[in-house]
Structure formats: C-alpha cells, structure tokens
C-alpha cells in the first residue's frame, strides 16, 4: 500500500477518488456538463447509462450469494433497493432507467438496449475467467459496484443538471441520478466496509486485494462504460 | 469459387488503457480488415496491423495496396481448392511497395481473409490445414512502458491473472531497475523476457543486459535496431542472455541471413509482419530446422480476427517457446467477434473448431469503429 499508515479502505477510497476526478476531468465529461456536447452525445450518454445499469439487480443477487457474513446485510438490502423492494426506493431502478430513457425521447432504444445489457451479462458468463477461483472474480464484481456508487453519489447530481439544463430533460425522468446522488453516499460508505469484510473473510491479501481492485478499474472504468468512444490518456505522459 | 467484392475497414478501437514501449504509444488499435465474398455468398475476414517501424507500412499504404493490387490480383479468379497453404501462396499476388521492407501486412489481410471464406465455403475450420499438435495454447503476457511503478501495477496484474510468461518494455534509462522491480513482482517461477523495441546500441545492450542476467531472463527480444545480422551475431557472442529478433525478422530471407550468421537464439514471427499464414510457417519450419526456438507475436491492439488465426498456428507450429497475443478485451475497448478470444487464467485458451478461422465477426461493429471503410468490386 506504500504507505504503512494506509488502511485497505483508504487505499481503495484513494483509488476510487482518482477515478471520479478522472471521469469529471475527461473532454467527453466536461463537454457534457458545459453544453457543448452535441445532441448526439447527450442520447449516446443517456443510453450508455442505460445500458450499464440496467441488470444491476442481477449483478447485485450474484454478490449477495457470495457475500461474507459482515457483508450480507448491506448487499441484501442494496438487492432489494434496486429491486424497488426497500423503503428508501419504491419502484425498481431499472423502471428508472426506462424513465430516464422515456424522457429523453429514446423509449425506442430500450429493447435494444435491454438486449446489449443482457449481451454484456452473457459475455461477463462465458468468456474465460481470468481468475483461479471465485473469491477474486467476486472481488471485481464488487470492486465495480461500490467503485459506482462512489462515483455516483459525488457526480450524479452534476449529471442531472447537465442533463436537465442542456438535454432539457424533466426532472422526474432524471430520478434515478437525484436518487443516487442522495443514496450511494451511504452506500459507497458502507461498500467500502464491505469491500475490506470481503478481502478479510475469504483471506486475501491487501497486495492481492489492491491488484484485483486495480485491474478492474484500469484507467477509468467510468468513462469507458459511459463514454464508449473514450480514449484513455497516453502511457507516455507518466514516464519518468 | 470467385472472389466478387471486397470491404476494407480502417479500425479505430480505442483501448481500454494505453500500451507504449520505446518505438511508440498505442491508444487504440488500427488495424485494417478485410472482408471477401464469393460467387455463393460466403464471406471470410482478414486483419492487418500496419507498422511504419517494422514492415514501412501504414493505414494509408494498406487501404490503397489493397485496393489498388493485392484485390484485382484475386478478383474473379477461380480460388484453388485449399489442401495446402502452397496454392495460397501461389494464388495471391507478390507485391512491393516503395521505401518499404515489405506490404506484409497488407497481404496478410487478404490471405487471412480468403482462407477463411474458402474453409467456410467448404465448411472446414482452419484446423484442416493446420492440425492441432495440442489441446490448448497458453499466453504470455507484456508489461508496458511507462513508469516503472506502473510496470510494477501490469507485473502484478499479470500475476493475479496466473500467467506463467511475462515480458517486460525496456529500452531507458532505467531498464536495470525496471527489471528488477518486475521480476520482485512476478517472483521467481515465471518466465521474463525483456523487449527493447530496437532502442539500444551496441554498448548500452552490453552492459544492461551483463547487469540484469542475474534476474533470469529467458531472452532478450530485438536488443539493437534493425540492421546487419552480423551485429547482432557479435552481440549474441558477448552476453548470456538469449537473443530473440522481430523488428529484424520480416522476411524469410531475413530469417536466412539471421540464422546462418547465427545471430539469433529466437525468432519472433508474427503473422501480420510476415505477411500471412504460409510465410509465418516457412519462417518457423527454416528456424526450426536450425535449432532456433520460435515465439509466436502477435500485434498491440489486434483484434479477434488476428488472434484467431495466431491461435491455429500455435496450436499446429512442431514447438513454440512463448506466445503472444489474445488480449481481446483486456486492451480492446470492444473486439470484433460474437466469441471472446481472450485467454483466460494462467494464460490458457482453448483451441477454435468453427468453420475458417472460427469466429464470427460483427460486421456492424467494423463499420462502427472504422475511420474508412473502402468497398472493392469486380469494376475495380
């Protein structure tokens, strides 16, 4: 962790803050939240979100199966949330979605939509699995869910308004941005916590835990699922 | 079968981090694909990835060799029946290109793409023509350039990942304590190859590599720029370390000229550079026949058409030492295919049996990542 003073958590959290700033600071990001992104790029984004999230409950059932003891209850709880089954969230957050996409004026685009989310599941299922067991392919699951709701709850308001000023959509289509923005503080709270429970019960080390973390995340895993065409910065600029 | 038209996509795929070493910085891949139909209907994929410092092409030279050469040299012609890569050979034009070492990627391309429509055609994966010798092929991995903190990241990755081979970009000032810092990473079981792209001299391979022997490297890929074979004969002669050629290894007659200096322990053939599948195999079998080991490249940033073809040969080559390629997703922020040929953990990854080169490409996501698509017909 290079500094003996670190915990896992904040080493993780250091991680995860260096990709929020990576996402707000990419072009595609800041030409969005300015208006000067073209209508074009405002629906790729909209349905880029779309698509990302749109099987978050699957996701979330995978990680309650294999969450450990100290864990099981935030991700039950984060499952029956998305789920529109918990008080905090009335209606499922894929429905959310498809507000998001119905007030954008793309409500076409959800089937195909539904259907590149389902492709991106099946790829997640049948491609090789990088790793030797499941505690590590858990560990990246998680890793990306948490790394989300971080993201979220620092940048979702920002997204909202963008969206809500430049693409003029109305506010209640953007709900599933305010609701994040209001509930991923705790949840990324709580995530990181169960992220270090994970590392903790099935024995990984910080070093193996931190590797798994960052390959997951790799450059900016953000801008990579909602800015498809994003180009990561060079290599080059970080040497010596 | 005739060939009756022809699409050739300059890619664009941004990648999902960059990769650098001491010739270049790559954030997306450009590869060139070619897509042939015949008389019947049957399409075939071929990919080429152009590179100004190894073969002297680019995306430029591709798109008009191939439309200006290499596609009327096939159109319409009556594709020989494919018992051997002999009539492939035989049947796709030689051709040169000025102030370049050779179009091999190009031609490349269009070999790749005629064979797979011609095993499709007849329902035959590639593995008719090139039989497996094993059940799986397993992949080394390389860590980019950059930082020597980054590298450290990469080494790291790559051993959460398993994999057993791992290479290493050197070629600045700092490569004795890169390698160091990597081979700490990767510990002592897995197998370090360094690769310096060409970027030292004679002195500079000297001393770097007498300083890091006692790491265990496997072998030393192009320590010296491209150029007389007798230069690198006398730096084989100076270090411990074994010598592997790429940039200096294009042609079979460059294969030739390396062995019979005896200049090299390794060869690393690579089927874009080479300039197709026959080629690739003649240089592996001329080095084989001399006791020369052979590693299998691949290309930064190729896509699964690439891959898919590399997969056959090291499935069918007699031995290789290490094999490359087949990051897939792992680089590529999309691949071109419904199958994923990304190797899995420790590398491995399981042979393909499917018609041709045993994928199946998505046409829409070419057109999608393409900066040019050119259609080719029979007209011209």
Same mark, same amino acid.
């Given at each position: 962790?290079?500094?003996?003073?670190? #915990?896992?958590?904040? #080493?993780?959290?250091?991680?995860?803050?260096?990709?929020?700033?990576?996402?707000?600071?990419?072009?595609?990001?800041?030409?969005?939240?300015? +208006?000067?992104?073209?209508?074009?790029?405002? =629906?790729?984004?909209?349905?880029?979100?779309?698509?990302?999230?749109?099987?978050?409950?699957?996701?979330?059932?995978?990680?309650?199966?294999?969450?450990? /003891?100290?864990?099981?209850?935030?991700?039950? !709880?984060?499952?029956?949330?998305?789920?529109?089954?918990?008080?905090?969230?009335?209606?499922? !957050? /894929?429905?959310?979605?498809?507000?998001?996409?119905?007030?954008?004026? &793309?409500?076409?685009?959800?089937?195909?939509?539904?259907?590149?989310?389902?492709? =991106?599941?099946?790829?997640?299922?049948?491609?090789?699995?990088?790793?030797?067991?499941? *505690?590590?392919?858990?560990?990246?699951?998680?890793?990306?869910?948490?790394?989300?709701?971080?993201?979220?709850?620092?940048?979702?308001? *920002?997204?909202?308004?963008?969206? +809500?000023? !430049?693409?003029?959509?109305?506010?209640?289509?953007?709900?599933?941005?305010?609701?994040?923005?209001?509930?991923?503080?705790?949840?990324?709270?709580?995530?990181?916590?169960?992220?270090?429970?994970?590392?903790?019960?099935? %024995?990984?080390?910080?070093?193996?835990?931190?590797?798994?973390?960052?390959?997951?995340?790799?450059?900016?895993?953000?801008?990579?699922?909602?800015?498809? %065409?994003?180009?990561?910065?060079?290599?080059?600029?970080?040497?010596? | 079968?005739?060939?009756?038209?022809?699409?050739?996509?300059?890619?664009?795929?941004?990648?999902?981090?960059?990769?650098?070493?001491?010739?270049?910085?790559?954030?997306?891949?450009?590869?060139?694909?070619?897509?042939?139909?015949?008389?019947?209907?049957?399409?075939?994929?071929?990919?080429?990835?152009?590179?100004?410092?190894?073969?002297?092409?680019?995306?430029?030279?591709?798109?008009?060799?191939?439309? *200006?050469?290499?596609?009327?040299?096939?159109?319409?012609?009556?594709?020989?029946?494919?018992?051997?890569? +002999?009539?492939?050979?035989?049947?796709?034009?030689?051709?040169?290109?000025?102030?370049?070492?050779?179009?091999?990627?190009?031609?490349?391309?269009?070999?790749?793409?005629?064979?797979?429509?011609?095993?499709?055609?007849?329902?035959?994966?590639?593995?008719?023509?090139?039989?497996?010798?094993?059940?799986?092929?397993?992949?080394?991995?390389?860590?980019?350039?950059?930082?020597?903190?980054?590298?450290?990241?990469?080494?790291?990755?790559?051993?959460?990942?398993?994999?057993? !081979? $791992?290479?290493?970009?050197?070629?600045?000032?700092? %490569?004795?304590?890169?390698?160091?810092?990597?081979?700490?990473?990767? +510990?002592? =079981?897995?197998?370090?190859? &360094?690769?310096?792209?060409?970027?030292?001299?004679?002195?500079?391979?000297?001393?770097?590599?007498?300083?890091?022997?006692?790491?265990?490297?496997?072998?030393?890929?192009? /320590?010296?720029? *491209?150029?007389?074979?007798?230069?690198?004969?006398?730096?084989?002669?100076?270090?411990?370390?074994?010598?592997?050629?790429?940039?200096?290894?294009?042609?079979?007659? %460059?294969?030739?000229?390396? $062995?019979?200096?005896?200049?090299?322990?390794?060869?690393?053939?690579? $089927?874009?550079?080479?300039?197709?599948?026959?080629?690739?195999?003649? $240089?592996?079998?001329?080095?084989?026949?001399?006791?020369?080991?052979?590693?299998?490249?691949?290309?930064?940033?190729?896509?699964?058409?690439?891959?898919?073809?590399?997969?056959?040969?090291?499935?069918?080559?007699?031995?290789?030492?290490?094999?490359?390629?087949?990051?897939?997703?792992?680089? &590529?922020?999309?691949?071109?295919?419904?199958?994923?040929?990304?190797?899995?953990?420790?590398?491995?990854?399981?042979?393909?049996?499917? /018609?041709?080169?045993?994928?199946?490409?998505?046409?829409?996501?070419?057109?999608?990542?393409?900066?040019?698509?050119?259609?080719?017909?029979?007209?011209?």
């Amino acid at each position: 962790m290079g500094n003996g003073h670190e #915990t896992l958590r904040s #080493t993780i959290e250091k991680h995860f803050a260096r990709q929020v700033e990576s996402l707000t600071m990419c072009a595609e990001f800041q030409a969005l939240e300015s +208006g000067r992104a073209t209508p074009d790029q405002y =629906d790729a984004f909209i349905e880029n979100v779309a698509r990302a999230h749109l099987r978050s409950p699957q996701l979330l059932a995978f990680l309650y199966a294999l969450a450990p /003891p100290a864990a099981a209850a935030d991700l039950r !709880h984060n499952l029956l949330e998305e789920l529109g089954l918990a008080a905090e969230s009335d209606r499922p !957050h /894929p429905d959310l979605l498809r507000d998001l996409l119905a007030g954008a004026g &793309l409500g076409g685009r959800l089937e195909a939509l539904e259907g590149q989310s389902d492709a =991106d599941l099946r790829r997640i299922v049948v491609d090789p699995l990088l790793y030797g067991t499941l *505690r590590e392919v858990g560990l990246g699951a998680l890793t990306e869910i948490v790394a989300f709701e971080y993201m979220l709850s620092r940048v979702s308001g *920002r997204i909202a308004r963008a969206l +809500g000023t !430049h693409r003029g959509i109305p506010a209640p289509a953007l709900e599933w941005f305010t609701h994040h923005s209001a509930v991923d503080v705790r949840h990324a709270e709580q995530g990181l916590d169960d992220l270090e429970a994970y590392v903790r019960y099935y %024995d990984l080390t910080d070093d193996e835990a931190l590797t798994i973390v960052e390959l997951t995340l790799r450059e900016n895993v953000f801008a990579r699922r909602y800015f498809r %065409d994003f180009v990561a910065p060079s290599a080059a600029e970080g040497r010596r | 079968m005739k060939l009756v038209a022809a699409t050739v996509y300059a890619l664009r795929i941004p990648f999902v981090e960059s990769f650098s070493h001491s010739a270049t910085d790559r954030r997306w891949s450009d590869s060139v694909v070619v897509r042939v139909r015949d008389d019947a209907g049957t399409e075939g994929y071929g990919e080429g990835a152009p590179r100004p410092y190894v073969t002297g092409e680019t995306v430029e030279t591709m798109l008009d060799l191939l439309a *200006r050469e290499l596609w009327p040299g096939v159109a319409e012609r009556e594709v020989p029946t494919l018992d051997d890569f +002999g009539a492939l050979t035989a049947f796709l034009p030689e051709i040169r290109l000025a102030g370049a070492i050779a179009p091999h990627a190009s031609r490349a391309a269009l070999e790749l793409a005629v064979l797979d429509c011609a095993l499709r055609r007849a329902g035959r994966p590639l593995a008719s023509m090139l039989p497996p010798r094993r059940p799986r092929v397993i992949y080394s991995g390389v860590v980019t350039a950059g930082s020597v903190a980054r590298a450290v990241e990469h080494a790291r990755q790559m051993r959460a990942i398993g994999l057993q !081979h $791992i290479k290493v970009k050197v070629g600045f000032d700092d %490569d004795v304590a890169r390698v160091a810092a990597v081979r700490e990473a990767i +510990g002592p =079981d897995a197998s370090l190859r &360094l690769d310096a792209n060409g970027a030292w001299r004679f002195d500079r391979a000297v001393a770097v590599l007498a300083a890091v022997e006692r790491f265990g490297v496997a072998a030393v890929e192009q /320590p010296l720029p *491209r150029g007389p074979a007798e230069e690198l004969a006398r730096l084989r002669r100076a270090v411990a370390v074994p010598l592997m050629v790429d940039e200096s290894l294009v042609t079979r007659a %460059d294969a030739a000229a390396l $062995i019979e200096a005896g200049a090299v322990d390794f060869v690393n053939v690579r $089927i874009s550079k080479c300039g197709g599948l026959a080629h690739s195999l003649a $240089i592996a079998e001329l080095a084989g026949k001399a006791g020369v080991g052979v590693q299998l490249g691949s290309q930064v940033g190729e896509t699964a058409i690439l891959s898919a073809a590399g997969r056959h040969l090291a499935a069918a080559l007699p031995s290789t030492a290490f094999v490359e390629g087949s990051f897939g997703t792992l680089l &590529l922020a999309e691949d071109v295919s419904v199958e994923s040929v990304r190797f899995g953990h420790r590398g491995e990854a399981p042979l393909l049996t499917g /018609p041709g080169l045993g994928i199946c490409v998505v046409e829409e996501r070419l057109r999608r990542r393409a900066v040019a698509v050119r259609e080719l017909t029979t007209g011209g």
